[in-house]
């Protein structure tokens, strides 16, 4: 594929002065009406949150608010009213919350985009009104803000940052909310006058109440599609929507052994509306060292880790790229065509060819990225990046210069009761003598989906067809058809290994049928399959190929309050994959439940028999022949506490048994959210784990003859803490701190060979390593890493910001387990060198 470039902390304050407002009346019946006339203010309306403007006297008050939760179509417990008001740049909305015990409403600070255990109002739009995409705006009683857009009828974009303002007010009636959300920051069709989708939503949580106007209905699917509408826009302006954010990164990089480079760079972010429905969004050398650092991972699997992406320019928008792969109810690890933390990664060959000095991350030249909804329905994403060539020593390529792209169309009809998209992404590499034989020339995907929803919404029928191509040296696609992912040197596996080929090509089909909506059960049963040679982790996240899959999921959900809960949802699941060419890999079957209680307490558990009737692991030999497996069982148990408290305690506890026996895994993982005034909240949480596993895959060597592929008892144990702090001196200045010291550490025992891998007898299966030099010390391990960072953020001014961060990493790794308890791991690890980042960022908005 061929794309175009485009670089583009608990606390109560007093009770307030009361407001003008009419007192509260009865509680109105449902109402049918869920239209609402917007009017025209004739000047700017003064954000203070009393809703004393003349404007607001004239607004038709939204009075028909119903409860949604814990009761569907209840009636309020307090009265809402809000109303709605527009000029030609800004969408006003006034919202007043009853309450006759003003004193109990927290107003409680956190940082922007955090859901704090207070009320909350919001307001939900639909600018384009096409039932599928739109836009929320909240707050809390403190001024909180957060923000969303909405795709796909439901799934929400927490990245989506606007530029917006909302006033507050806690008062003798209750609270109100005053917004203004500026034109610019929406998207919608020119017209002479305009409809907006609309909805306004209120949290009551002591009384862990949600009211919404209209009536939103959690037993029907979809959320944008059960909005209301507010009419009469009429003379919106066409806004050029430009807004620009260039900044400037000064950074101190440590290089080890007490050396450092420090430097100062430049860079930009661009939003530019190209026409009311299409925005562009770029960033030129953009600097994500604000963002949180990874989590620790032992990774011990023949599977890569999936990390979440973090970094605000690729968050943002994300879904309109979505395109799952292997992804169902029951099973879903992150696989997907498009990952974007591809972008950036670290450099392929930096452990071959770089040392100390050289870059941990790719350097992104600039990136752009053009998203959009058509009148049609027709939503649109390109989105296009290029990263520059990193080397090392002697001048050696880590990675090659490299571009990728990816472009996403879905198009609905019949009200988004229907659709069917179409998604590619290309990657081309420059590379070169050091990296011809490691990485691919070029990498291309294109797949389709489609989906189908009927009998008034509730069943819904998808599938996707997917096909992938990369290009390469001999050697480099020898390597592709080796790796974990293909194992095409499998004896057993009905594969052939070409040691010639200069491409790879595969195509991977799914298929699901769900029911959606209506009542109180749920259901999806789906196959999908992925043929050997499919490949997309060039730019996507693919764990294996070569494995068919047939999945299902039934629920209830329970909805209505009962004598003993407040909602619940209990799932069965069961599951069967095979390769292509039939083999038995797995075949399980799952219950769970999560049932809130009238405490407000959540209680879940669940429990999965796996391995049942003969199956195999074709993947545990790491190309050797597929072993049997026998059956294990697995248990599971959380609760979690009412989060309307200061102190919220969590508790999660992981068993799973298998092999007779000989194999055991146990972990707990305790912790503790901590409200300790209203601008100060921490939480704690401490994972311990036991891993006796007495078929460890150890390593495939070589002998006289013939490969030996070899297994090892390992027990081991992991230990990691996580603390973080938020203070937030206001909801436009925050601190945050994250700190993760991690431990992992093993020893191995009893190294064997695989010998009849697929005899019914587990002992029959193995026999002594025949290096018995190796086996009678095969040795182990102890990790150590300690990942923290603190971030210092202040919007100066809306859109503009300022970031102050301190990120430390140590690091310590031991080929034995050693006698040290884990205060004496801990210890050590602190006593590794640290490795500080220090950055400072400001940015300034420019708007037009």
């Known amino acids: 594929m061929s794309a175009p470039s485009l670089f583009l902390l608990l606390g109560w304050l007093g009770q307030a002065n009361g407001s003008a407002v009419t007192p509260p009346a009865p509680t109105p019946p449902a109402s049918a009406a869920t239209s609402i006339p917007a009017t025209l203010t004739p000047r700017a309306i003064i954000l203070d949150g009393r809703g004393d403007d003349e404007v607001w006297q004239r607004a038709r008050p939204i009075t028909a608010f119903r409860e949604f939760q814990p009761r569907e179509d209840g009636d309020p417990r307090y009265a809402t009213e809000a109303r709605v008001a527009y000029d030609a740049h800004n969408f006003y909305v006034f919202i007043r919350a009853f309450d006759p015990a003003p004193d109990s409403i927290l107003q409680l600070l956190a940082r922007r985009d955090v859901r704090t255990p207070s009320d909350q109002l919001k307001i939900i739009i639909d600018s384009y009104h096409d039932r599928r995409t739109g836009y929320e705006f909240a707050v809390n009683p403190a001024g909180v803000k957060r923000d969303y857009s909405i795709y796909n009828d439901g799934d929400e974009d927490d990245a989506w940052d606007a530029v917006w303002e909302v006033a507050t007010q806690v008062d003798s009636l209750g609270w109100s909310a005053e917004f203004r959300i500026p034109l610019s920051q929406l998207r919608y069709a020119p017209a002479d006058t305009n409809t907006f989708g609309f909805g306004v939503w209120r949290d009551i949580e002591r009384h862990t109440e949600r009211v919404s106007w209209p009536i939103y209905r959690r037993s029907q699917a ?58 562009l969004d ?31 320019f690729f968050v943002e928008g994300t879904g309109i790229f979505r395109f799952d792969i292997n992804c169902s109810v029951v099973n879903c690890w992150g696989e997907g065509l498009f990952y974007s933390r591809r972008i950036g990664r670290s450099p392929t060959l930096r452990n071959s060819f770089g040392d100390a000095g050289s870059p941990t991350a790719t350097t992104i ?30 001048d050696r390529t880590i990675e090659p210069l490299s571009n990728y792209a990816v472009a996403r169309v879905q198009q609905d009809v019949r009200r988004g009761e229907t659709g069917f998209g179409v998604i590619a992404t290309a990657v081309n590499r420059g590379v070169d003598e050091w990296t011809e034989d490691v990485l691919h020339r070029s990498a291309y995907v294109g ?19 997917a096909a992938s ?14 790796n974990n992912v293909h194992l095409y040197q499998r004896p057993d596996g009905g594969l052939t290994f070409d040691s010639t080929r200069t491409s790879l090509t595969g195509d991977a089909e799914e298929l699901y049928v769900r029911k959606v909506g ?74 769970n439940a999560h049932f809130q209680l009238n405490n407000r307490w959540w209680v879940h558990a669940g429990g999965t028999l796996l391995q049942r009737g003969t199956v195999y692991c074709d993947r545990c030999a790491r190309g050797g022949p597929a072993v049997r497996r026998d059956p294990a069982v697995s248990a599971w148990a959380g609760l979690e506490g009412d989060s309307r408290f200061p102190i919220v305690p969590f508790l999660w506890f992981n068993f799973w048994h298998g092999d007779g026996g000989r194999s055991e895994y146990v972990g707990i993982s305790p912790s503790v959210d901590l409200r300790i005034a209203s601008r100060l909240a921490t939480s704690v949480g401490l994972d311990l784990s036991r891993n006796r596993d007495d078929w460890q895959w150890y390593g495939n060597f070589v002998q006289t003859g013939d490969t030996a592929y070899t297994f090892a008892h390992l027990e081991q144990r992991t230990a990691a803490i996580q603390l973080r702090l938020d203070y937030t001196f206001s909801p436009t200045l925050t601190l945050q701190l994250y700190a993760s010291p991690f431990v992992s550490k093993g020893t191995y025992s009893d190294l064997r060979e695989l010998a009849d891998p697929r005899a019914a007898d587990y002992g029959d299966r193995f026999a002594p390593y025949r290096d018995s030099t190796v086996a009678a010390d095969p040795g182990g391990f102890n990790f150590k890493q300690f990942n923290s960072n603190v971030v210092l953020r202040w919007e100066y001014r809306p859109g503009s910001t300022l970031y102050l961060v301190w990120t430390q990493g140590r ?13 004496g791991d801990f210890r050590r690890l602190f006593d590794a060198y640290p490795m500080n980042t220090f950055l400072v960022k400001v940015s300034y908005w420019f708007n037009r």
């Open 811 to 823: 690091d310590d790794f031991e080929s034995v387990e050693g006698d040290r308890s884990f205060r």
């Open 365 to 394: 030249l600039g990136a752009g990225k053009l998203t959009g909804r058509l009148p049609s329905g027709m939503t649109v994403g390109i989105l296009e990046a290029v990263t520059q060539r990193e080397v090392g020593t002697q």
């Open 518 to 591: 209506g009542g109180m059960t749920r259901f999806e049963t789906s196959y999908q399959r992925r043929s050997p040679g499919f490949e997309t982790n060039d730019l996507g996240f693919l764990r294996l190929a070569d494995q068919q899959s047939w999945n299902t999921w039934a629920a209830l959900q329970f909805r209505k309050p009962g004598l003993f809960f407040q909602q619940g949802f209990w799932n069965f699941n069961w599951w069967q994959y095979w390769t292509t060419d039939g083999m038995p890999t797995e075949r399980a079957a799952n219950t």
């Open 447 to 465: 797949a389709v989906d489609a989906r189908h929803r009927f009998s008034r919404g509730r069943f819904e029928v998808a599938g996707s067809f």
């Open 222 to 279: 979809g959320l944008v599609s059960q909005l209301g509408e507010v009419t009469g826009l009429a003379g919106l302006a066409s806004p050029a929507r430009i807004e620009l954010a260039p900044y400037a990164v000064a950074k101190s990089i440590p290089l080890g052994a007490g050396d450092r480079e420090s430097g100062f760079t430049l860079g930009a972010d661009l939003k530019y509306g190209l026409t009311s429905n299409l925005t």
């Open 282 to 312: 770029a960033t030129v050398n953009p600097d994500f060292g604000q963002v949180e650092a990874d989590p620790s991972v032992l990774n011990l699997s023949a599977f890569e880790t999936f990390y979440q992406e973090r970094r605000p």
């Open 469 to 482: 191509r990369v290009t390469g040296t001999p050697a480099a696609i020898a390597a592709t058809q080796l």
